[in-house]
């Protein structure tokens, strides 16, 4: 995956490149990896922190090919290109209203979200509370 979105994204610069169903399918799968935790924008590898700049990239390539949509919540209206996370409760996450994570953003179980926002790459680990008003950014 790593290889193909480095070659995308360079391919993708060109105003003639057209972007492919294969191309948005790489683009797709590592937005779920990331919002599954099982990529990371940052990882610590032994005691460095080291950012995945493929990660990124497949992220800036992820605005690129979405569109906005209104996004309806009981409490909001959104108009964007990332949607929301929608909780079953299932998840072992607390969150407190307003609190708001985008798809492709991953919260460990255990965490909690008091009124907050996690954006598209972020990853909250167990246990973790991200307090009132805060951002939580990739």
Request: with cysteine; net charge neutral.
């Amino acid at each position: 995956m790593k290889e193909f979105i480095l070659t995308l994204f360079e391919n993708a610069q060109s105003p003639d490149y057209k972007i492919t169903i294969e191309d948005l399918s790489h683009i797709a799968k590592s937005i779920e990896s990331l919002d599954r935790g099982e990529i990371r924008v940052c990882e610590k590898i032994n005691t460095t922190w080291v950012t995945n700049e493929w990660v990124k990239k497949a992220i800036l390539l992820y605005f690129k090919t979405q569109k906005n949509i209104l996004i309806e919540s009981s409490s909001s209206n959104y108009f964007d290109k990332v949607p929301t996370k929608k909780w079953t409760g299932l998840e072992g996450v607390r969150v407190v209203p307003p609190a708001v994570a985008r798809y492709g953003s991953f919260i460990e179980k255990g965490a909690i979200l008091m009124p907050s926002y996690v954006n598209i790459g972020a990853y909250v680990g167990a246990n973790s509370m991200v307090d009132t008003w805060a951002t939580v950014g990739s």
